[in-house]
């Protein structure tokens, strides 16, 4: 092209299915984003009806992973992340912020979305010190994610793992706790787990999901604090541990209020 970037993936734009609604685009459209067609805006809305705090709960997730990875490229010096589920970029990506604490910082994002493919390219951006990468793979076979990701990052040294609102896809809850695992034991000790998931302790919220789910969209299993909290088995929780997201270390001076989505950041020891 004459501006030099690439024309997006032709094979990638014709997978993009825009008669169903679809999560990534969902969220983006709740975040204020214009990555989204008319079904997904449909279905915001309809979910934002009888969910009203779901803005609050999207705009409260992107507002924790700014703070976690703040946090684990600042104050616990970790140069290395490994973002699974990329999701559509918005406002201050994984890559971005850590690179703007550390710009040697190394990131690979995974998702296997056309969409997310297609907007790849925005993605691929970094400091000239650092490195951002992205790999299109299934989070159902983490094996072959670590050996991809091998080839960027370095896992004979600490990882920050980060799965932000993406177990939930899931269905079956013991394969995703078997994902999780086999994730985690890819890491070299030091490394930490950066996770978030949306909890079933709001009848609204839970009506919303359902309603969601019966559109034909690729479903989202709510779950509950202890369920998420199993994730994090075997590993060391920094404070205040797997909190609702608003109440992990809050910016001083704000008044943060609890919210229907859960995480933590957790040392592998």
Same mark, same amino acid.
């Given at each position: ?61 992107? &507002? ?27 406002? &201050? ?177």
């Amino acid at each position: 092209m004459a501006d030099g970037r690439p024309a997006p993936d032709q094979d990638a734009l014709s997978k993009i299915d825009t008669t169903v609604p679809h999560s990534a685009r969902i969220w983006n459209y709740w975040m204020g984003g214009k990555d989204n067609y008319e079904v997904d805006r449909v279905a915001g809305d309809a979910y934002r009806e009888v969910a009203p705090n779901i803005e609050t709960m999207a705009r409260a997730s992107r &507002d924790y992973l700014i703070r976690t990875v703040t946090f684990v490229a600042g104050e616990l010096g970790i140069r290395q992340f490994l973002d699974i589920g990329t999701g559509l970029p918005t406002y &201050d990506n994984t890559h971005q912020v850590a690179q703007r604490v550390a710009p040697e910082s190394r990131i690979v994002y995974v998702d296997n979305d056309p969409l997310v493919l297609r907007h790849a390219q925005a993605l691929l951006t970094s400091t000239p010190e650092g490195v951002t990468d992205y790999i299109d793979a299934d989070l159902h076979e983490p094996e072959k994610i670590i050996e991809a990701a091998s080839r960027i990052l370095d896992f004979s040294r600490p990882v920050a793992l980060m799965l932000m609102g993406i177990l939930g896809h899931i269905q079956d809850y013991e394969e995703a706790k078997s994902i999780v695992r086999r994730l985690q034991e890819a890491l070299p000790p030091g490394s930490y787990f950066v996770h978030y998931d949306s909890t079933d302790t709001d009848a609204a919220l839970k009506e919303a999901q359902q309603g969601y789910d019966d559109t034909g969209a690729i479903p989202y299993v709510l779950r509950s604090p202890d369920q998420i909290g199993a994730y994090y088995e075997g590993l060391e929780p920094v404070e205040p541990g797997i909190v609702s997201c608003p109440l992990w270390r809050p910016e001083p001076g704000t008044l943060p209020e609890p919210t229907d989505v859960h995480g933590g950041v957790a040392r592998k020891p």
